[in-house]
């Protein structure tokens, strides 16, 4: 019970962590994500604005930093987000390898929801004289809004997957208390508890993702 009490206080405050690290990267995700797997669907479709060289460029980027494994990925970029925003560890810290790590893998998910369109809704569009922002607006994103939703779901996931490993460099958060105390300390107690605890918030996200997926398809 008193290792419960000690234990509560310091996971409150890596919750907090966590979730700052999250909200700021799916936000940057979903700011930048979206308009460049916008940029990846259109310039790849032949009907609609194809240019070749520019998805190429695109897409190879988007592939490199997809590649990196995540705990390489910040170790590469921390002088950059250390002068980013002035510091070299905390949660706004990670966020800016955690964002990086975001926008390319929900651009990849924008750009498979688009591909799950139905060709006749975009050719009708076309067929009938709308201009390139109404296609995006009109039809792309409307027609895809349940497999985006579903992407920030599983981009909300993955960031708190990449947050744990976050915690290595000294980013805070749930992953970074179960390893400097879980872990380092050989304490069950703290790695069951920080376990549990990622389990379920997982999992509630989840849920909701799947709740607002479901009643945007009943619409």
């Known amino acids: 019970m008193d290792r419960l009490e000690t234990l509560i206080p310091l996971l409150y405050k890596a919750f907090l962590e966590t979730t700052l ?24 479709h032949p009907l609609i604005f194809r240019i070749k060289p520019l998805n190429q460029v695109l ?5 490199v930093i997809r590649s990196f494994p ?23 810290f990670a966020s800016v390898a955690l964002s990086i790590a975001a926008i390319p893998l929900f651009a990849r998910l924008v750009e498979s929801s688009f591909n799950s369109i139905n060709p006749g809704v975009i050719e009708a ?11 995006i607006t009109d039809v792309l994103i409307p027609e895809a809004k349940k ?6 779901t599983l981009t909300i996931i ?3 997957t990449f947050s744990a490993t976050a915690g290595v460099v000294g980013g805070g958060g749930i992953g970074d208390l179960a390893i400097r105390y879980g872990y380092y300390r050989y304490d069950t107690v703290t790695m069951i508890v920080t376990v549990i605890v990622l389990i379920v918030v997982v999992q509630l996200i989840q849920w909701i993702g799947d709740f607002i997926s479901q009643k945007q398809g009943d619409r």
């Not at 897409?59 to 592939?63: D, E």
């Not at 995540?70 to 706004?92: D, K, R």
């Not at 569009?125 to 922002?133: E, V």
């Not at 497999?147 to 920030?152: G, L, V």
């Open 158 to 160: 993955s960031v708190i």
């Open 70 to 92: 995540f705990i390489i990925l910040i170790v590469a970029i921390m002088p950059f987000a250390t002068w980013l925003v002035n510091a070299s560890h905390g949660p706004v």
């Open 147 to 152: 497999s985006i939703t579903q992407a920030i």
């Open 59 to 63: 897409g190879a980027v988007v592939n």
């Open 125 to 135: 569009s076309i067929a009938g004289g709308a201009p390139l922002y109404m296609i």
């Open 21 to 44: 690290m999250v909200s700021i990267s799916t936000f940057f995700a979903v700011l930048v994500g979206l308009p460049l797997g916008v940029l990846l669907y259109i310039t790849q």
